[in-house]
């Protein structure tokens, strides 16, 4: 007589589960081989912990499967002690329940973290960098992988590099970096965040303070790759008659142009500058932010307006300024 041992017995009550949810063969061997504990799991958890992701979590049945296979834990844990207390606590931060079901579709396993050892401490961890309370939830709804990041052996690391640079971390400086860009703190500092630094002061000529306002202002910036986005629209803007000064002043000034594509919003705002309104580099120079302005809808209309009156102005008169300043400023 054949002996089925509960262990086996509840693998093969969980693959029936599976199946009717619609998980093909491959990939439930997949997600056994991912999670162990799934081959264990009791199916009256697995549904229950299914059901409430779709009524109260909100996740649209389609996603569901796809959720689950991304993080089958999910399916193991004890729906009253981890799933629902680390719902509502990830509730209490977002400002709208579609802010909480987007993290938890974005990455799945933020369920299966522990709210005592390992979110309160994020969190606090947060707080102690000067982030409002009111922003926790920005910035972890906002790229939720931050909870799988250990806060001494990554987080604290890259919080050092920062308070190396001079953004003082008792002021609160660097929880502002954080609540621009929370994906800065998934990035390694000797892979990517020391060497955009060193590029921007050996490259491009930031001193320490220029340096600095990068990381405040489009922390972005410092989060790209140097030599597949940073040093190519270097070289672009070296190549187009920009000085050395000059392009460290546009940085400063506006540090999205060391990441804009060259191709669709440098390159065309430049030809029309000089080939069209026969404008000289040195007022781009003085005005980087015109590289932030909408080439057909801000920058062409506007020069057809002023061109049509015969006005003379600055590039910085012509587009710092809303829609009905500008009516008003020059009459058109």
């Known amino acids: 007589m054949e002996v089925v041992t509960s262990t086996s017995s509840s693998s093969m009550s969980i693959k029936w589960f599976l199946k009717e949810k619609g998980f093909d063969e491959q990939s439930i061997d997949k997600m056994l081989t991912k999670c162990k504990q799934l081959e264990k799991a009791q199916t009256d958890v697995a549904s229950e912990n299914w059901d409430y992701l779709s009524n109260i979590v909100g996740i649209q049945d389609r996603k569901l499967p796809y959720i689950v296979s991304r993080c089958p ?16 606590c990830l509730s209490s931060l977002g400002r709208n329940p579609r802010e909480v079901t987007s993290a ?10 522990s709210l005592e050892e390992k979110l309160c401490p994020l969190l606090a961890f ?25 806060i001494e052996t990554k987080l604290a690391v890259i919080v050092s590099f920062l308070a190396s640079l001079g953004l ?20 390694s500092v000797e892979k990517r965040l020391r060497p955009t630094t060193e590029f921007l002061k050996s490259s491009v000529g930031l001193n320490d303070d220029g340096v600095l306002s990068v990381f405040m202002n489009f922390p972005q910036v ?37 990441i804009k594509s060259v191709k669709n919003s440098l390159q065309p705002r430049i030809r029309f500058l000089v080939d069209v309104m026969g404008r000289g580099l040195d007022e781009v120079a003085s005005y980087p932010q015109f590289f932030h302005h909408g080439l057909k809808k801000k920058v062409e209309w506007r020069y057809k307006l002023v061109k049509k009156s015969n006005v003379d102005c600055s590039l910085r008169d012509m587009l710092d300024c809303n829609t009905k300043k500008f009516h008003e400023k020059f009459g058109v």
């Open 168 to 187: 003082d971390k008792d002021g609160g400086m660097i929880g502002q970096v954080l609540v621009k860009h929370p994906f800065l703190m998934g990035y």
């Open 222 to 258: 410092v989060c790209r790759d140097v030599g597949k986005i940073l040093k190519p629209n270097y070289e672009y803007l070296k190549e187009c008659g920009f000085g050395d000064s000059q392009i460290a002043t546009m940085v400063v000034g506006y540090p999205p142009v060391l």
């Open 73 to 88: 834990k999910i399916l193991t844990l004890r729906l009253h002690e981890r799933l629902i207390p680390m719902f509502e």
């Open 126 to 150: 947060f707080q102690a960098l000067g982030v409002p309370e009111s922003h926790l939830g920005k910035i972890l709804l906002f790229n939720p992988r931050l909870i799988s990041y250990g």
């Open 104 to 113: 938890i579709t974005k990455f799945p396993p933020i369920l299966a973290h």
